[in-house]
């Protein structure tokens, strides 16, 4: 503001200045548009002003949003990606550990085989021995009978005796 009370930009004139100075009555009416015509500049700029803060606030909002976005999604993949390896390594130790148990079971079972082929050769041992014992047995027996009979036939009388009976 100048020294008259006019807003900066207005061009001050000469004579304009003189009549304000020689009627008061004027100069406060003059006083009274300046005053506000500089409100309503004051109060435009204003406005101006919180539009453009709002319009920056609102950029910096969606600056915001876009930023939280990408960082979330660069989360989301540091996570699946954390995850994904998670999942890699439970399946390979998965893998391990069933690999593990089918050799165990290989194991168990070739031990189990052998067991068996073992058990079948002891049956097949035992199953002969008790054949030569029954060919033994029967040997035996065919020598006792063989004896048996000499016995009888040594002991039967030649002739019939006669029956005393008749």
């Known amino acids: 503001m100048n020294a ?3 807003p900066p930009e207005a061009p001050v004139d000469d004579e304009v200045e003189e009549q304000i100075e ?17 409100v309503t500049a004051v109060f435009t700029a204003a406005e101006k002003a919180g539009q453009h803060i709002v319009t920056l606030a609102r ?21 699946k990606l954390h995850a994904d390896k998670e999942v890699e390594q439970i399946s390979a130790d998965a893998r ?9 079971a290989r194991i168990a079972a070739r031990q189990v085989e052998d067991d068996a082929r073992v058990r079948k050769e002891r049956l ?6 008790i054949e030569e014992r029954i060919t033994w047995a029967k040997e035996g ?15 039967e009388p030649l002739a019939p005796q006669p029956d005393s009976d008749s």
């Open 4 to 6: 008259k009370g006019a």
């Open 22 to 38: 020689a009627t008061p009555e004027v100069e406060t009416s003059e006083d009274d548009s300046g005053i506000g015509a500089r």
């Open 59 to 79: 950029e910096e909002a969606e600056d915001i949003r876009r930023e939280a976005r990408a960082e979330a999604d660069a989360y989301l993949r540091e996570q």
């Open 96 to 104: 391990r550990r069933a690999e593990s148990i089918e050799e165990d």
């Open 124 to 129: 097949r041992e035992e199953a002969r021995l």
């Open 141 to 155: 027996l065919s020598e006792v009978n063989d004896r048996l009979e000499q016995v009888f036939l040594e002991n």
